[in-house]
């Protein structure tokens, strides 16, 4: 079945930086846009990123912008994010999911659906010195 | 990119029907039918109940519907069983080709 394994979390100083990654397994990991997905303890879903099939558009939540980068590598069936300037605020587990549905056509990407599934079992990055 | 609107909490009984709402603008939720639903228990990770506003993942029971009015989406719940206590959020794609989520809705199930 459709697996997704999110793995790099840990403690962190302040302006510390950390790298992210979520394995992919049980579907065609090239088509699809993914996603991450961040829940600070105790609080709700908060929208990270997200990145087209081929990785040509990247999307950011303004308060990651120009500190976090969203990649990927389709032959390694893996989503990254590499993490830097860490701040407090960015303490929380970072979920990876598949979604939303979306294509491309030559160098135009669209969002087809809403949908965001499945998601993995997140990894907890603590941000504090 | 502010987050979309959800009643803290809401309640029912057993068997009951409850609604939860998700209010946000004509720059998201009203803009486009890309609302989802999510289900999130204590610990786990959130799982999809309703896709594109009123759409049903394979799997999920049709007791739980989804439906759109303006800048408003709702969750409706019916017949509420026990298991279905639970933290659920709302999301909608936006007009910066980004997504945005509501704070939450914690479900009591008396």
């Known amino acids: 079945q459709e697996q997704l394994v999110e793995s790099g979390g840990g403690l962190v100083k302040p302006g510390g930086s950390l790298r992210l990654s979520c394995a992919a397994s049980g579907f065609r990991f090239s088509d699809y846009y993914m996603s991450w997905i961040r829940q600070a303890p105790g609080k709700g879903l908060e929208w990270v990123s997200y990145?087209?099939?081929?990785?040509?558009?990247?999307f950011y939540t303004d308060s990651v912008k120009g500190r976090f980068t969203l990649s990927r590598d389709n032959a390694k069936n893996s989503l990254y994010l590499q993490m830097n300037s860490l701040r407090a605020e960015d303490t929380a587990v970072y979920y990876c999911?598949?979604?939303?549905?979306?294509?491309?056509?030559?160098?135009?990407?669209?969002?087809?659906?809403?949908?965001?599934?499945?998601w993995g079992q997140g990894t907890l990055v603590t941000v504090s010195s | 990119q502010s987050a979309l609107t959800q009643p803290a909490s809401v309640s029912g009984s057993s068997g009951q029907s409850i609604t939860i709402s998700c209010t946000g603008t004509?720059?998201?939720?009203?803009?486009?039918?890309?609302v989802s639903w999510y289900q999130q228990h204590p610990g786990k990770a959130p799982k999809l109940m309703i896709y594109?506003?009123?759409k049903w993942p394979s799997g999920i029971s049709h007791r739980f519907s989804g439906s759109k009015s303006g800048n408003t989406a709702f969750l409706t719940i019916y017949g509420l069983q026990a298991e279905d206590e639970a933290d659920y959020y709302c999301?909608?794609?936006?007009?910066?080709?980004?997504?945005?989520f509501g704070g939450g809705t914690k479900l009591t199930v008396l």
């Open positions: 990145i087209t099939s081929s990785g040509t558009s990247i």
């Open positions: 004509s720059s998201d939720v009203g803009g486009y039918n890309f």
């Open positions: 999911a598949k979604g939303p549905e979306g294509y491309c056509n030559g160098n135009r990407c669209y969002v087809a659906s809403s949908w965001l599934d499945p």
């Open positions: 594109d506003v009123s």
């Open positions: 999301s909608s794609y936006t007009t910066s080709s980004t997504w945005v």
